[in-house]
């Protein structure tokens, strides 16, 4: 009861301040862990040698992948004023207009639903884009390769630590509650 009366007010501005400089944190100090999981991953026959620093089209996929779940965890009006304020700020960050901007992510969860079709899991669909942006197909065996497909042990893998580039908005929410 006295849970809800001792949280702090936050506006959708500083949730979206809050929302993109923790994922973009967490996306640029993470990275080398996925660039060294994927460099090191035994499914694949070469290395993939993706650098530490490459971590532009991760980030994206994070953006994107979290933006599209974002209708999970507001109601529909909240999620399109928190989401308006997260494509305002982002377009700043990434020098763009909110128009391309939006037409970016547009593109980027185009992508991760084409290449995760027909399932609708999110998480699943980032490591398949992941897959796809960092053009893994060329260094996995002979089969996969042929197929351009994932090999399916490593992209459960590489679930397992795309999960850890999800917000949790739950645990936001124990301590925080819009205005």
């Known amino acids: 009861m006295f849970g809800s009366i001792l949280k702090k007010k936050v506006s959708n501005d500083k949730l979206a301040n809050v929302f993109i400089n923790g994922l973009l944190n967490a996306c640029e100090n993470g990275f080398p862990m996925v660039a060294e999981f994927i460099n090191e991953d035994p499914s694949f026959v070469k290395s993939p040698n993706i650098r530490e620093d490459a971590h532009d089209e991760f980030l994206l996929i ?4 979290n933006i599209a779940l974002l209708e999970s965890s507001f109601d529909a009006e909240q999620a399109f004023e928190v989401e308006r304020c997260i494509f305002e700020k982002l377009s700043r960050l990434y020098q763009m207009s909110v128009y391309d901007f939006k037409t970016l992510v547009k593109d980027y969860r185009s992508l991760i639903q084409r290449l995760n079709h027909p399932s609708k899991n999110m998480i699943y669909g980032m490591s398949k884009a992941i897959f796809d942006k960092y053009t893994l197909y060329n260094f996995q065996d002979e089969y996969f ?4 497909t994932p090999n399916p042990l490593f992209l459960k893998r590489l679930d397992e630590l795309v999960e850890n580039f999800v917000w949790d908005w739950d645990a936001f929410f124990k301590k925080y509650k819009l205005d």
Do not use: D, I, T, Y
């Open 62 to 65: 994070a953006f994107v992948g």
């Open 145 to 148: 390769k042929r197929m351009q």
